[in-house]
């Protein structure tokens, strides 16, 4: 019997046993080394070699991963590990760093219960480190911390015990200071959850050099710093890898210090799941019962060439076993399942069955995405997986031969059903097909792969920006009327407070939930109570308020004012961009009589209008994606990195020194931050490094407001002339 089918036994065995079971993500900034860490960690299961273990980078599974030396989609993998004489079944995914994948590690975390992040000791806590604890912390999940490359202190920068313990210590200090911030508004966290070195939520290491220690570890080996350095300095790794072996260190801490399912359900359901918490189905989720009825939440979906579409998630309650038929959230009719499967890396195994606590790869339910709700009996879909930043770049994609056309828009389906952050539109007037993503990064591996894997030719067009339009004064009251001069509807527009802006982002605050609990975290985020007691509608960002009262007919005609207002949103005024964080109010309308007279074609254009000069009145503006942007290099090259910031309509807001480099922190528009890669290699020799996170938008500076919307309905085919009304430019 070979290796791998004695490991597929053994998970299978400790599946049933909830309170041995770990569901894990490693996450971490890019190029922090997650995936080395995570070869470690399969090398001490035994499913890969110790010798290339770190070198083979066995969960970047895909060709174009290993190429450019990043993970780009997260992957799974089961193993055992054996503590304090008990075997423990750990379910582990391997999430990306780089921030335009960001969607991967928010759908990674709904799966899981702990988060190892991993912070390279040099770099200490960067951006991404933020971004991917605050998903995890969301999400409800329980972080511990492991602090990589401590090898590089003492080689590289030959850093003496009280240095490297200074330097370890702000790391730790760091982290705790997000944890903390973060964690302040949750409840439902009984303990506090800062990592600290003395209780073993810390581990040291090098991953590349495959060692690694904790308190407890070296309690039980007896070794401590000074012997590190010493085998270190001596360039003794392989003995320093035999005597505290990087994967039990780690693995030891994700049984001691991880919840089982059973501890984490009780508390991670009411986070993600707002049904009816007395139902019998509720309890069955709290408990982790395998013999209730069948609740799974994919979180991912990927294709495989033989086996079709997979769906990776969550076993929340009840069995999965083939030959099911399940309800999928959103569709009619049931999918049934025909196969049940454990990841291990690359490959997938097939088992009979995967019971509550687990993750489970499934074939056959042809209706999910990611964020689907897959269950026995049809039931309240858990919350949707809200992702932090949005889709700020886009790209057109046409195939070059008319007959991969179909090919070309099913495959664009695809990769929309397997990653819910890219956005694809067909324009119908130019046959185009447009990819919206986080980034150029995001949206070139996915184009390659539509070229690679599917063997489409496609040409790509320049990448262009995704631009948005807010209102920056509140509009006085307009007046929209019907074609037939019978209905008039009367609005103002205000520009709404960021705070309730980033609840809608956060999918704190949706028209999915309760009314009272909606009115109350509109109210938390500081809406006042008459304005929140009338929520119409809720539209991207923007809030519609019904202020009218006892209009007769309104309420039939309701829809489709929503209808003419949402229209009137996907394309502003300005130069058809999304309208963003308006709230509008509907003081008074007047509608005929006669049903005939006020249909579709009369309400629609109506308020679409009404909406429209609302937003002219309350002077509305373009705004423009705007990223973060940090630049570590050697100081003699900190005026050209400066330079390339303020050089693209950007602004330094910090510099100081880390170590040997100096930090240029600032922000620019992402739109001139196009080709930055090639231009800051060159400007700095090729010794920066660089990293950008989207920072979301900020109003275009008034002398280039023309210029651009001009550009913008001259691309779109738009004609040229603004409407007279818009006399502020």
Not at 149 to 162: A, C, F, M, T
């Amino acid at each position: 019997m070979g290796r791998r089918k004695k490991i597929v036994q053994e998970c299978e065995r400790l599946m049933d046993s909830p309170e041995n079971i770990r569901n894990i993500a490693i996450a971490a900034h890019v190029d922090h080394g997650k995936t080395t860490l995570s070869d470690n960690l399969l090398a001490g299961a035994g499913m890969i070699s110790q010798d290339t273990a770190g070198e083979q980078l066995a969960m970047d599974t895909k060709e174009d991963e290993q190429e450019r030396g990043i993970t780009i989609d997260a992957a799974n993998v089961s193993m055992t590990h054996e503590y304090e004489d008990t075997n423990h079944l750990i379910n582990l995914i391997d999430t990306p760093g780089h921030v335009d994948f960001g969607g991967d590690v928010t759908r990674a975390m709904r799966a899981v219960d702990g988060a190892l992040v991993v912070v390279d000791a040099v770099e200490g806590a960067m951006p991404q480190t933020e971004t991917v604890l605050r998903q995890a912390l969301r999400e409800g999940v329980k972080p511990t911390l492991f602090i990589n490359k401590v090898d590089r202190l003492i080689s590289e920068l030959q850093e003496g015990p009280q240095e490297m313990q200074e330097r370890l210590l702000s790391v730790i200090a760091d982290v705790n200071e997000l944890i903390r911030g973060m964690a302040e508004n949750m409840d439902d966290i009984p303990e506090d959850w800062t990592v600290s070195v003395e209780d073993g939520t810390v581990g040291f290491g090098s991953a590349l050099y495959k060692w690694g220690v904790s308190m407890p570890s070296m309690q039980r080996t007896g070794m401590d710093f000074a012997d590190i350095m010493e085998l270190e300095q001596n360039d003794e790794r392989q003995e320093l890898h035999e005597r505290t072996p990087l994967s039990d260190v780690v693995l030891d801490m994700v049984c001691e210090h991880f919840p089982n399912p059973v501890d984490a359900q009780p508390r991670r359901v009411p986070r993600i799941w707002r049904g009816d918490p007395e139902s019998e189905l509720a309890d069955t989720m709290r408990m982790v019962n395998e013999d209730g009825e069948v609740v799974f939440m994919v979180t991912d979906i990927s294709m495989d060439p033989h086996a079709g579409e997979i769906a990776t998630g969550r076993v929340f309650s009840g069995t999965l076993e083939k030959g099911q038929e399940l309800y999928v959230s959103g569709t009619a009719g049931k999918n049934r399942i025909q196969s049940v499967g454990l990841f291990m890396g690359s490959e997938r195994e097939e088992v009979d069955r995967v019971p509550a606590g687990n993750i489970a790869s499934v074939t056959g339910l042809r209706d999910a995405i990611a964020g689907s709700t897959v269950s026995s009996v049809e039931m309240t879909p858990f919350e949707s997986i809200e992702h932090i930043s949005e889709p700020v770049i886009t790209k057109s994609v046409e195939a070059q031969n008319m007959d991969d056309l179909p090919k070309l828009i099913e495959t664009l389906q695809q990769v929309a059903k397997e990653d819910p952050t890219i956005q694809i539109e067909i324009n119908e007037d130019t046959g185009e097909h447009l990819i919206s993503g986080q980034g150029e990064l995001h949206l070139e591996v996915i184009t390659q792969r539509i070229r690679d894997n599917q063997g489409i030719p496609v040409i790509t067009g320049e990448p262009i920006v995704v631009f948005r339009e807010q209102p920056q004064e509140a509009s006085r009251e307009v007046e929209g009327q019907s074609p037939n001069r019978h209905n008039k509807f009367y609005l103002t527009v205000e520009p709404m407070d960021q705070d309730i802006v980033d609840a809608i982002q956060l999918g704190e605050v949706s028209m999915d939930m309760p009314e009272l609990e909606r009115r109350e975290a509109l109210q938390e985020a500081g809406m006042d109570k008459d304005t929140s007691q009338n929520v119409e509608d809720i539209h991207r960002t923007n809030i519609l308020i019904d202020d009218t009262k006892g209009i007769q007919h309104l309420n039939e005609t309701m829809e489709l004012v929503l209808e003419g207002l949402q229209e009137a949103l996907d394309d502003g005024p300005l130069a058809a961009e999304p309208v963003q964080g308006s709230l509008f109010r509907l003081h008074d309308a007047k509608l005929h009589e006669d049903t005939i007279h006020r249909g579709p074609a009369q309400v629609i254009p109506a308020v679409r209008d009404a909406v429209h000069r609302a937003l002219i009145d309350g002077e509305v503006r373009l705004l423009e994606p705007i990223q973060d942007v940090r630049i570590d290099v050697p100081s003699e090259h900190m005026g050209a990195a400066s330079g390339e910031i303020q050089g693209r309509r950007g602004r330094v807001d910090d510099m100081y020194q880390e170590g040997d480099l100096m930090v240029v922190e600032g922000i620019a528009p992402v739109e001139e931050m196009i080709g930055f890669s090639s231009d800051i290699r060159s400007a700095t020799e090729g010794r920066a490094s660089w990293n950008t996170e989207n920072a979301g938008f900020r109003v275009l500076v008034d002398n280039l407001q023309r210029e651009k919307i001009m550009e913008i309905r001259e691309r779109k085919g738009m004609k040229l002339e603004l409407p007279q009304s818009i006399d502020y430019f």
